[in-house]
Structure formats: structure tokens, C-alpha cells
């Protein structure tokens, strides 16, 4: 991974010249909070979680402290937990699976589509046993999953469908945004994403309201409406009064970042050398791009070529989760799409404000140093 933030002729993602944008508007909304001084659950909390569940299309958003304590609140909000196991696909950031595991689960990990990377729905059906509670398939790279085939993998087998969208802001399938279609959907507002705070944060959507109630129970010490009354035993996972001023003022730009990332992908599209193969994109779907993937055969020549025109790039992710060895007790027989994937894959700069000469110039790097 190679960021070249300053100087770079193109940075992976130039985080300040997308909050630039903000300046003034988070400069007023910080200064609110520091004049009314609620830090924890201000209005500010309040105003974000509606305007963001409208955002998604569902009933109802929480907001929590990062992504990974979203996927686990959705988990343990729903009662899975010691003796359960959770679908995961092996190709995503080790995040699903932590989640999985820190609400007392098991993830069974299984493969992705070839073209996609995304979760095989016929490795999901396959991998189903008695104690499978919920398949949690994940958004990855701003691109939605097949959602026609896992709600009928889902539904003939009984098990809750839900949604890792850390990566798929506004992405949507088939007219559906991501965090809508699913029992409940985790966020993450780590920086870096499509919608990212100035920190950590997160959020959890469904349209259960039930299920909505014990969530926010559960990130706020297990509390009932009588703020003394601890019916469930909760913990501490909120998001912070300055964070969600932040992501109002990110929301209102959304939808022009990503269609400016829709923009530059089709220009990396139209632009690359043949030994960079974009990922393929489900007609259904609407990415939203929060990562350029090519597919290449000979990675370490290409990115000392970018290194070398200090052009940033990364890999998401270089050891498949299931490879990990945090999760070597979990760990699958083999997923060949998944492992011969990560020798392969390779992520190009991508952010709402890089200029299509920037990606012109990368292309350039990638076909100079053409096998
Ligand atoms: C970022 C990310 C997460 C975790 O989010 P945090 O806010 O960093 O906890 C989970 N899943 C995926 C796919 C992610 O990219």
C-alpha cells in the first residue's frame, strides 16, 4: 500500500481536499455543539439518524461508534450468538468477521464470484447447516451483492439476510439502496469510505422497529426508556454529537461523489491496458465505487511502476480473512476464486475529487509497464 499523500501527482484518496469542501459548514456545526454542549446524543445525533435512514429508505438508523460494532449490535440485537454460525465470504476486510465472532458466533466462510468478488450465492446455499443462523453478505468495493439469489437462498432456508454496507454508501440493486434490502445493515463512517466522519463511527439500519429499539438499547448499556431501567445488559457504542454534524454536512454531497466515482470508473473502464481487468459490474447493480479493483497477472512490476511515477495504490485485501490467523480455528478447506484472487487484485486511486486527467495519467503508468 502506497499513499503519497502530499506531493503525489495522484494520491490513493485525498482525504483533505474532499473535507475542504466542508469547511465552513462543519466549522458552524462544531461551533453549535460547542455552544449547547450535549457531546453524546445531541440534536445533532438525532437530525443525522433521520436524515440518513430517509437516505437508505428505512424506517430507522442508529447511530454507533464504528462499523464493526454496527455488524455485532445487528447480531446480538437479533439473538444470534454461542452456537450460531454466520455465512461470511472469505474475500472482505476482517471487520465481517470479527463482528461474527466478538457476538459469540461462528463465521463460516465461503467463496466469491469470479467476475464480481462478491459473495457466491451457490457457495452460501451449499455451506447452510442446522446451525446457521444468518448470512451476512458484504457490499464490497461500492458494489452491491446478488440480492435476487441470496433472498432466495435466505428465504428457502429459513435464515436472516443481512447487510455489511461499510463499503456501499448509497449503492444500490435493482432501485434498492444498500442497508434497505437485509433484516438490518452495518455502516462504517471510518474516514476513508463514501460517507466518512473525522474519525470513527457508524450506524445500523433496518426497518424492524423492534429490532431498531434493542439495538439502541444494546449501544446505549442495555437502557430502557426510563434511563435508569437497564433491561438488557448493553454496552457503550454511540456515535459522537461532532461526528454526526460531520456526516450531515458529508450527506448532502453523496450523491454527486458518487456519481463522480461512477464517472471516473467508466474512464478507468474506457482507459486501461488490457492486462488490467476491471471487476465486472451486475447490470442490476448501481456501484458506487469506493474502491478502483483491476485484476492483473504480474502485480509487483505494476506497482513499482506506479511507485516509481508516485502514483498511489493498495490491494484489499492481500491475505483472504479466512487465511488470517486470527481466524485459523475457523478457517475453511480451500476458496480457490477468493485465494487466487488476492495475488491478483490491485486498487487504483479513486476518491469525489481525483480528475480524469489523474486517471488518464495512471493508465498511462499501468500500459508503460505492459508485460
Ligand atoms: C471498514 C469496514 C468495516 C469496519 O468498519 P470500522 O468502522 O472500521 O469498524 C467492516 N466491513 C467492511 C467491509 C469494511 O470495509
Given at each position: 500500500m502506497s499513499g503519497f499523500a502530499g506531493?503525489?501527482?495522484?494520491?490513493?484518496?485525498d482525504l483533505p481536499a474532499m473535507n475542504e469542501r466542508l469547511h465552513a459548514e462543519v466549522d458552524q456545526a462544531w461551533k453549535d455543539v460547542l455552544h449547547h454542549g450535549r457531546f453524546v446524543g445531541g440534536p445533532e445525533v438525532d437530525r443525522f439518524e433521520e436524515e440518513f435512514a430517509a437516505y437508505c429508505g428505512t424506517s430507522s438508523s442508529i447511530g454507533v461508534a464504528n462499523g464493526t460494532d454496527a455488524l455485532e449490535l445487528v447480531l446480538s440485537g437479533l439473538g444470534i450468538g454461542r452456537g450460531d454460525e454466520v455465512i461470511v465470504p472469505g474475500n472482505t476486510f476482517v471487520a465481517t468477521a470479527e463482528a461474527v465472532c466478538a457476538a459469540g458466533a461462528r463465521p463460516r466462510f465461503v467463496d466469491v464470484l469470479p467476475g464480481t468478488l462478491l459473495i457466491d450465492p451457490a457457495a452460501v446455499a451449499a455451506a447452510v447447516t442446522e446451525r446457521t443462523a444468518a448470512v451476512m453478505a458484504v457490499h464490497l468495493y461500492g458494489q452491491m451483492v446478488d440480492v435476487a439469489a441470496l433472498e432466495e437462498v435466505t428465504r428457502r432456508h429459513g435464515l436472516a439476510l443481512l447487510e455489511d454496507a461499510a463499503q456501499a454508501h448509497g449503492a444500490r440493486y435493482a432501485g434498492r439502496r444498500?442497508?434497505?434490502?437485509?433484516v438490518a445493515a452495518g455502516f462504517s463512517f471510518y474516514p476513508g469510505k463514501n460517507l466518512g466522519a473525522f474519525g470513527d463511527g457508524g450506524a445500523v439500519t433496518t426497518s424492524d422497529p423492534e429490532l431498531a429499539r434493542r439495538i439502541r438499547s444494546l449501544a446505549n448499556h442495555g437502557r430502557s426508556a426510563d434511563r435508569h431501567r437497564h433491561d438488557l445488559r448493553g454496552r457503550n457504542s454511540r456515535l459522537d454529537t461532532l461526528q454526526a454534524a460531520v456526516l450531515s454536512a458529508k450527506l448532502g454531497l453523496l450523491d454527486t461523489d458518487n456519481a463522480h466515482r461512477v464517472r471516473m470508473s467508466a474512464r478507468y473502464r474506457s482507459e486501461l491496458p488490457d492486462h488490467c481487468r476491471p471487476l465486472s459490474v451486475d447490470p442490476r447493480a448501481e456501484a458506487v465505487h469506493h474502491l478502483a479493483v483491476v485484476q492483473v497477472s504480474d502485480r509487483g512490476r505494476l506497482t513499482a511502476a506506479l511507485d516509481r511515477a508516485r502514483v498511489g495504490w493498495g490491494v484489499h485485501y492481500p491475505i483472504p480473512c479466512h487465511r488470517q490467523p486470527a481466524f485459523a480455528d475457523c478457517a475453511p478447506g480451500s476458496l480457490p476464486v477468493t485465494e487466487a484472487a488476492a495475488d491478483r487484485i490491485l486498487s487504483l486511486p479513486m476518491s469525489a475529487t481525483m480528475t480524469g486527467e489523474q486517471v488518464s495519467l495512471v493508465c498511462d503508468v499501468l500500459r508503460s509497464a505492459a508485460p
Open positions: 506531493a503525489s501527482p495522484v494520491p490513493f484518496l444498500a442497508g434497505s434490502v437485509g
